[in-house]
């Protein structure tokens, strides 16, 4: 049977604390999920195969008029990610016209890096687009980019590489937070679904809440599937913030403004969010 929505989920465990919690048995007959990667997510939203869930704010902007922002939700830091890594066999300092291989699960981060080398350090840089394994990519190059578990996992072993986290270089060059992930709903869907969008938007906001207030749970059940200690997940979720507040939107648009000055966007983009009682906000930052 055809469910009514179509959800995305990323497959890497920094949405888990949306998705902890979220009541699967009360939605059962209504919805379904697609679970991907961030590029496979982007890709199926632009098609029209996923209604409703997290993408790259990259990509976000890049379909900016077909799709409105679930309202307070995302995936953000204020410097430090813990899930971002630039893996370097040199110093970022020595980087100039080398080579560098990007995960092909990425939007958002592989852009954020091109935008702090060419615009930040002025670099001339080759790129090439890999599946995301560390040791394949830096066979042939200087630098790999990895995101999410992936990351994670990697930085475990990186031994003698250099590991720089993308939203901490974004952070100490702006003095911005970054967005790396916001919940899309495709316009189109919104009138036929609306009851259903808004149950659906408020039980990823109540575990959102829940895992904040006590995150004790969700650390064990990681811990439990992903290796790790619990110290470094209470330290990873803690520099997670899943909100998309003022200081989330500024660090979101000044990204796309970089992003279209450098050609990699048509146009800098804004984030108009939908909640339930009708209240749309169009985010424009002034220029
Ligand atoms: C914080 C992260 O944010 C992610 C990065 C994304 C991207 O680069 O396109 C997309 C979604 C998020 O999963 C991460 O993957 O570690």
């Known amino acids: 049977m055809q469910k009514s929505l179509r959800i995305g989920q990323i497959l890497y465990t920094n949405v888990l604390p949306v998705y902890y919690y979220f009541e699967q048995a ?54 430090r990610v813990g899930s971002l890594f630039l893996f370097s066999k040199k110093p970022i300092e020595q ?42 990519m830096l066979q042939d190059a200087d630098a790999a980019l990895l995101i999410g578990d992936d990351a994670i996992t990697a930085e475990r072993t990186a031994g003698e590489l250099h590991v720089y986290d993308l939203g901490e270089l974004w952070h100490r060059f702006t003095g911005y937070s970054m967005t790396f992930a916001i919940w899309a709903l495709r316009r189109e869907v919104i009138d036929e679904h609306f009851a259903l969008i808004a149950e659906v938007h408020a039980s990823f906001l109540t575990s959102k809440k829940k895992t904040k207030a006590n995150p004790g749970p969700l650390v064990d059940y990681v811990c439990t599937h992903f290796g790790g200690t619990k110290e470094e997940w209470l330290r990873y979720f803690a520099g997670l913030q899943h909100d998309f507040g003022e200081v989330q939107r500024v660090g979101l648009e000044y990204y796309y403004r970089c992003a279209a000055e450098l050609g990699l966007l048509a146009a800098p983009a804004t984030v108009e969010l939908w909640q339930a009682d009708g209240h749309k906000t169009n985010i424009t930052l002034a220029r």
């Open 26 to 79: 009360k939605f059962e007959d209504r919805i379904a999920f697609i679970r991907q990667v961030p590029a496979q997510l982007n890709l199926a939203m632009a098609k029209g195969e996923i209604d409703m869930g997290p993408i790259s704010s990259f990509s976000y902007a890049e379909h900016a008029s077909q799709y409105v922002a679930l309202a307070d939700l995302s995936v953000s830091a204020n410097g």
């Open 95 to 136: 980087l100039n016209g080398a080579k560098i291989a990007l995960t092909n699960t990425s939007a958002t981060t592989v852009n954020l890096l091109k935008i702090i080398l060419h615009k930040f350090y002025d670099y001339e840089i080759t790129y090439v687009t890999q599946e995301p394994n560390l040791a394949h």
